[in-house]
């Protein structure tokens, strides 16, 4: 059997990072369960010209995010990790407090009670106390924040190279043996 991994895309700008993600996960032979938020779905169509079916077809399965019944709402459906990216301040929010009000929250809850792996792209700056207080709750919850910051020391020359560069470094924090991210040589 494929390593499942379930990946959440949500309204926070960088929808990139989530596509780039789920073709790289393919290629490394995952299979991949899909939550967009309707906000996910805006950001991904302006970003990147994607729309619903499209983003669906990036992904093994596809769920909705209203549809708290699917597989991936339960610890019974066992899964290698889960990663959102990006993840907005309200999906971090709600997964800092447990709300599992929708397919992404309850996966990502269902995640850290299974104490699985589930990492956070989150994107927002500049931070308020309120980001900040969210992320430590879902880091001592098991989560692991992962702020899609570009690494420049390997003297990146396109925007892909960046965005290739964190998806590596993410896949290889969730455990992806094949995942290649850019080890630093020293000076």
Request: proline share 5%; net charge positive.
């Amino acid at each position: 059997m494929a390593r499942r991994l379930v990946v959440g895309i949500t309204g926070a700008t960088g929808a990139i990072y989530g596509t780039r993600l789920l073709r790289r996960a393919r290629e490394l032979g995952a299979e991949t369960h899909l939550v967009v938020t309707p906000a996910g779905v805006l950001n991904a169509h302006h970003e990147l010209g994607l729309d619903r079916r499209a983003l669906d077809r990036l992904a093994d399965h596809s769920h909705a995010p209203g549809d708290v019944g699917a597989c991936i709402a339960s610890g019974s459906f066992a899964t290698a990790a889960m990663v959102i990216a990006p993840c907005s301040m309200k999906s971090l929010a709600a997964i800092a407090h447990g709300l599992g009000d929708n397919l992404l929250t309850r996966a990502a809850d269902v995640t850290l009670k299974e104490r699985r792996r589930l990492l956070l792209l989150v994107r927002e700056t500049p931070l308020n106390l309120a980001h900040l207080r969210n992320m430590v709750a879902a880091t001592e919850m098991g989560a692991v924040v992962f702020p899609p910051l570009p690494a420049f020391y390997h003297r990146p020359a396109t925007i892909d190279e960046l965005v290739d560069e964190t998806v590596e470094r993410a896949l290889a924090l969730l455990g992806f043996d094949l995942a290649s991210p850019k080890a630093w040589p020293g000076l």
